[in-house]
């Protein structure tokens, strides 16, 4: 008989099932309505760091992002998505190329009501999961309940990182020191947003208006992983028009395929209004709850068994 590796995740699996549920009662309690948005997309967000999947002369969606707006600008103020979304070379212990995210939106909402917002809701799934607003992960206690703590980006490099964040960005060195120097020491105590991402990382987020050299952008940590990543919403349709053009000259400069202008969207982008997103993803927020170090631990099928 052959052996199965799913027959050792009867307790993850049930857990994510139950996290799913607690996901949609949070939602639903709130007046969000569900939807759902195609998987296949004539043209991904063009962002230099994330890959789509080709599918024909069209692409498997790497986010519901675009289709979400598209559902703002038509109207609908409280939304919300637990979506398929895949991305071409993205797999280790903490990534897969087909991954489970939850996506939502708000309007007339910005990024620091949506981090309060996040907090909600994690805290919200912990209590329904733990029956306590607190996590065991890795032999340490994380302690959920209350006010989350608020690191701005230049404040982690100052106190993590062995250079600034304008030297990173010069050096083309940002990307590399989050992973390595930053996202390791972040929210082992307590769970940490980290925000006021610098201009150059926020491709669809609104700038500070009292400073455009930030974008209105947070990613929320839990013991040294990065949960989600939400913003205030750009809505701008020339500034997005430029700002997609810089992360195709990018992806360019890497050596990487160029994508189509996602033309549709900046046609209705106009119409959107001010909105706060955040796009979260449900495999590491089971991995959290589950006290499991590795992605595949909560998840029925991974692409090496198919």
Known sequence: MATYRQTELTGP???????????????????????????RIPAPAPEAQI??????????????????????????????????????????????????????YTAGQDYQTMMDQTAELVQFVTRTMNRAEALAYDGRQIDCSGAWDKLRVEEA??????????????????????????????GWDKPVFLYDYPAEAGALAKLKPDDIRWAERFELYIAGLE????????????AQRRRFETEMADRKALGKPAYP?????????????????????????VMLLADRGCIDDVVAFTPEEL
Not at 158 to 167: E, K, N, P, Y
């Open 13 to 39: 699996l049930r857990l994510r099932a139950a996290v799913l549920n607690a996901i949609r009662q949070f939602f639903l309690e709130r007046d969000y309505l569900e939807v759902e948005t195609p998987i």
């Open 227 to 238: 949960l989600c990543n939400g913003f205030s919403e750009l809505t701008d349709p020339v």
């Open 157 to 186: 490099f100052a106190a993590h990182g062995d250079t600034t964040v304008a030297s990173a960005l010069r050096d083309g060195t940002f990307n590399d020191l989050m992973g390595l120097e930053i996202e390791p020491n972040l």
């Open 51 to 104: 890959d789509a999947v080709a599918s024909e002369d069209w692409y498997l969606q790497t986010s519901p992002e675009l289709c979400m707006k598209y559902l703002l600008a038509a109207g609908y103020e409280r939304i919300f998505q637990v979506a398929k979304c895949f991305r071409s070379g993205e797999r280790g212990r903490k990534h897969l190329p087909e991954l489970t995210m939850l996506e939502w």
């Open 261 to 285: 202008m996602p033309e549709r969207f900046l046609e209705v982008l106009a119409d959107m209004p001010a909105a706060a997103g955040n796009a979260l993803g449900v495999d590491r927020l």
